[in-house]
Nanobody
């Protein structure tokens, strides 16, 4: 099992910045992937950004140039630096950790943190 503790959500005005953090603990194997997803009511959860333990990064198009994902592998922590926030970024943001064991993914989710961007 992997436990995830998220922090950093809140209310911010459009154009502002927030940083989300997610710390993983428990049965952590390498390689693995940590990432952020977001969900608004009535819509599917969508990938925002992810970063593998090897350093490969994925960012969804709508946040490129505004969001940055980084990791501290020694602390098993992933960060999402969000800048130039827009009202459409408002969502519950979820941290996801994926262990890769014998080529099979094992996913774990955080409890979610609310990000609200006011116009």
């Amino acid at each position: 099992q992997v436990q995830l503790v998220e922090s950093g959500g809140g209310l911010v005005q459009a154009g502002g910045s927030l940083r989300l953090s997610c710390a993983a603990s428990g049965s952590i194997f390498s390689p693995n992937t940590m990432g952020w997803y977001r969900q608004v009511p009535g819509k599917q959860r969508e990938l925002v950004a992810s970063r593998t333990s090897g350093g490969s990064t994925t960012l969804t198009d709508s946040v490129k140039g505004r969001f940055t994902i980084s990791r501290d592998n020694a602390k098993n922590t992933v960060y999402l630096q969000m800048s130039s926030l827009k009202p459409e970024d408002t969502a519950v943001y979820y941290c996801k950790f994926t262990n890769i064991i014998s080529w099979k993914p094992y996913d774990y989710w955080g409890q979610g943190t609310q990000v609200t961007v006011s116009s």
